[in-house]
């Protein structure tokens, strides 16, 4: 059974750093990209990034290029996002997904499996 379990959010104060998680298991994870997703309050989710099944590819949303880091080691079964210079408006659930047959895509149609979420705080 294909599984993802986000873990690592918290409270930060605006200008800090957050590491998430992103645990996979119940398929073979090097033949699958991941895709990081969050959802604010009263809005729809939103692709933030994503990596390709080997991490040589990444793609960022322009809300977080230049502060968040995507990355993935496939001997762990795990996907990071390093999230630093961290603001307010980050504030949200955060996801972990992928799909099959599917490329790096921040297109939230194109995922089919979905972790449970965790959630960013920022706040002073």
């Known amino acids: 059974q294909l599984q993802l379990v986000e873990s690592g959010g918290g409270l930060v104060q605006p200008g800090g750093s957050l590491r998430l998680s992103c645990a996979a298991s119940g398929f073979t994870f090097d033949y699958y990209p991941i895709g990081w997703f969050r959802q604010a309050p009263g809005k729809e989710r939103e692709g933030v990034s994503c990596i390709s099944r080997s991490g040589t590819s990444t793609n960022y949303a322009d809300s977080v290029k230049g502060r968040f880091t995507i990355s993935r080691d496939n001997a762990k079964n795990t996907v990071y996002l390093q999230m630093d210079s961290l603001k307010f408006e980050d504030t949200a659930v955060y996801y972990c997904?992928?799909?099959?047959?599917?490329?790096?895509?921040?297109?939230?149609?194109?995922?089919?499996?979905w972790g449970q979420g965790t959630q960013v705080t920022v706040s002073s």
């Open positions: 997904a992928t799909g099959r047959g599917i490329t790096c895509t921040m297109t939230l149609a194109r995922y089919d499996y």
